[in-house]
């Protein structure tokens, strides 16, 4: 054979190489357009994964002097809407050194920041 000829090694170990690259390439590329979300398109965005041995947020508040709990979200949803606990209420969540008023718990807070205001009476 001569080297200028498609079949010499060299040339085959160049395909070979070339071959794989491309193969390579192309699975980055499909992975990258099957997770990728274009806004507008009729595909689902990507939703964050949770942990499945994740626990729902527990919690204990103090109300008149008193520890309450463990209470979860939808407990401290309905104190809040019995306007029984507040921004300055003090709350306390597993992990936290000390109480702290409940505008600085961002978990909780965020029940507070989402709960409807009163209905207007006519």
Known sequence: MNDNSFY?????????L???MAQQMV????????????????QAMPQKQ???NALPMVCYVGIDGKQVGPLNESEL???VA?????KDTYAWIPGMP??????EIPEILRIIA?????????
Do not use: C
Request: glycine share 6%; aromatic share 6%; net charge positive.
């Open 50 to 52: 949770v942990p499945q």
């Open 82 to 86: 019995n306007k029984q606990i507040n």
């Open 98 to 103: 000390a109480w702290k008023t409940i505008s």
């Open 114 to 122: 989402l709960a409807p205001p009163p209905m207007p009476t006519k």
């Open 27 to 42: 699975q980055v590329m499909n992975h990258t357009m099957q997770t990728m979300y274009v806004p507008g398109s009729v």
């Open 8 to 16: 010499s090694v060299d040339r085959l170990v160049e395909f070979g």
């Open 77 to 79: 949803a309905t104190l």
């Open 18 to 20: 070339g071959m794989a």
